[in-house]
């Protein structure tokens, strides 16, 4: 379905406007906060007679923990979260993880796709000289990674370095998943480190770091700079993979249901509107203005239309890119399960228990707000998972 | 308590602050306004038990991801699940203090630590809350006085009798002094 402006939609189709209804949501400035800044500009939130406040947050731990004590109702995060916390990564180890129940819930998945692998000159042209062909294809073999450290082995150099932007997070597995799939062990062929979202494409040009898995725009910021170059999408590594989740305090959501699931068909409108290519210049003033004021709009535009600039001076082309239609909102619990097993195929995790993915994806959630958007509260099919390879 | 401990604060003032009562209780303190990109490698310099941090700063992922990504590194835990009590985690989410304790250490030891930086924070937070409400009061001040001017320069009225009729003014329509103030000089400023 198509959505028209907001303006001419008819009223809002719920039945009741909850009597307290001011949320809290946190968001990290990203491009994929898009869908939460255009249904807070556009008022789809006020539609549905909900009162939300939406605060940035710098630190995607920060977000967990405001969440998880009731100092924000959900927020933005990153998809394999939910299930770290869960598990009490990151967490000293006392047991209390899964007492009572997980802390979060996902209630709908906010964007796919949208981040970049990007490589410094110096180690796209290591590449190059190691494998000429294989160098050259997009995406990029992580095979051709695989010849370039072999070389620089031989040389007696140091591995390179690559910075993710959180270790619970799709870059670092998706990142891994790559590297593993091209015979490089993510864990001694290259050193993994963590630098923040708006420093990836700094560390880049200033040589501290020789590639990074990031979302937009911190991927074109660097073809920008000059710096890097752009050889591959997390989308070539998984197809439809989740990115961001909306996830809501588990507690908040037994409480008032009914206020969740108009929160959620707010996302589905907002993701609706955000997939009608005529809205791209509205929606990258929204993220512009409420989130990345100091990032040029073209980057934002490319970004936000499947388009990237994938070395300097080159022009634009279609990627699969950030996807927000309804299909893509709904939050598959398979999705958490993949997570999981990469956590424990990673070491970070022993073990999980089989219902964990089925107890914080909430697609039930998803479908009773369906129908508020205007849409068939139909589960779409699920699409493939990348294979469980071994490391 | 006889314990390392690094702080990560971009606010030097309050970073003194916090450092002056740990130090006071017998702690190392290795203060910093962190590099991001170097931050592992000065966690492991400080050699710290526990590292103590702004809640919403924007290297806590990268302290989280330690124990993840660098298995021969210092393994930082974010210590909130370990108070079994609920107020002492509510003190430290108003207050905006995260903790992490190396893996290894007796988590219980850095509950002092904690309640220290608390304190600390939630001072600082007190006096700038106190610096803000006076800024506030001085602007408001000032702007009664303009509208004063404004009325003894229009109305021809004495000091005395432009301040009665703001006071009147702000008592008939409920609003505050200030607010009227503001108006009357917003009025002055259009064209007759």
Known sequence: MTLADPQTLEPARTARIPANAAITLGFVPLTDAAPLLVADALGLFARHGLRVGLSRMQAWSAMRDRIAFGALDGGQMLSPMPIAASLGLAQAPTGRAMAGGPPLAVVATLARHGNTITLSDALMNEMTSAAPHLAAIRPLPAAALALALAARRTAGRTPPTLAVVYAYSSHTYLLRHWLAAGGINPERDVRLVVVPPPKVAEELANGRIDGFCAGEPWGSRAVDLRCGRIALTTADIWRDHPEKVLAVSAARLAQDPAEIEMLVASIIEAGIWLSEPGHLEDATRIVHDHALPDVPREIIALALSRRLVMAPD??????????????????????????????????????????????IWRPDIWQRAAPLAGIAPVPPALPALPGDLTP | MNLRVLLIDDNAERAAAVTAGLTADGCTVAALIPDHADLVAQVRAARADVIVCDLDHASRDAIESMRALNRDEPRPVVMFVDHADPASIAAAMEAGVAAYVIEGLQPGRVRAVIDVAVARFRAYQALRAELAEARKALSERKLIERAKGVLMQTRRMSEEEAYRALRRLAMDQGRRLADVADSVIALAGLPL
């Open chain 1, 314 to 359: 080159e022009a634009p082309t279609a990627v699969p890119g950030l996807q927000f239609h309804p299909d893509a909102t709904y939050p598959h619990p398979e999705h958490g399960a993949w997570w999981a097993r990469q956590m424990q195929r990673w070491g970070q995790v022993d073990t999980f228990p089989a219902n964990l993915a089925a107890a």
